[in-house]
């Protein structure tokens, strides 16, 4: 059972899906990384709660989904 995604696990999905980076670019996950990483660093506040609620939603579906489910490294 996988882990339920945090606040920056959602941001980043979404911002790879929306294809605002280019293919060269997106093949080098050590790049992409490092800027998502700034952009997520430099979001505003209210953008950065509403992935913060997004996660919180996720953690909620993830608990009902599996409810005896923890994390064991």
């Known amino acids: 059972i996988p882990r339920p995604p945090n606040a920056f696990i959602l941001f980043r999905s979404a ?23 700034r952009l997520w660093r ?11 609620a997004r996660a919180r939603l996720a953690q909620e579906e993830h608990r009902q ?3 005896d489910w923890r994390f064991s490294p």
């Open 65 to 67: 989904r599996y409810p």
């Open 15 to 37: 911002f790879i899906r929306s294809r605002k980076i280019s293919s060269d670019i997106e093949g080098n996950h050590s790049t992409l990384s490092k800027i998502i990483g």
């Open 42 to 52: 430099n979001l505003p506040p209210d953008e950065r709660a509403e992935w913060e």
